[in-house]
């Protein structure tokens, strides 16, 4: 029935395990339901990178990355090494994703066709 569902919700999953592969989900047939979003607020973690034996505090010096996972893409020397790869966007050019389907955000009406089985709704978010 309306009003059942809850309008809002905040969601923490324990950030910076990332790189350890952290699982940030829910168990197969479970899911977080909101009843008709309307706005999303993302609140970004800050992750501090840089070397601290070769970056000091006390005089200006060019960045110099901390360690990275051996899987970063971005480059950890050089003139293009201007951040850690671990802040990357995960808009990227650097990674690339393959989505199939014609799945879309939907802020009001009703949707044209349903996501009925678990297979589909893990297949449109992957």
């Not at 940030?24 to 008709?36: K, L, M, N, R, T």
């Not at 607020?41 to 601290?52: A, F, K, S």
């Not at 802040?87 to 802020?107: D, F, M």
Request: glycine share 10%.
């Amino acid at each position: 029935a309306a009003g059942d569902l809850p309008s809002h919700q905040a969601f923490g999953a324990a950030n910076g395990g990332e790189v350890r592969k952290s699982f940030h989900g829910y168990a197969p047939g479970f899911a977080q339901v909101i009843e008709s979003p309307r706005q999303l607020q993302v609140t970004p973690m800050q992750i501090d990178t840089w070397h601290r034996e070769k970056m000091p505090l006390t005089t200006p010096s060019p960045f110099v990355s901390g360690p990275v996972p051996r899987q970063a893409l971005a480059p950890t020397s050089g003139q293009d090494a201007m951040y850690s790869g671990l802040l990357e966007c995960p808009l990227t050019t650097r990674v690339h994703k393959k989505i199939e389907g014609s799945y879309k955000v939907q802020a009001g009406g009703a949707c044209a066709s349903a996501i009925l089985t678990p297979s589909e709704c893990f297949g449109a978010a992957t």
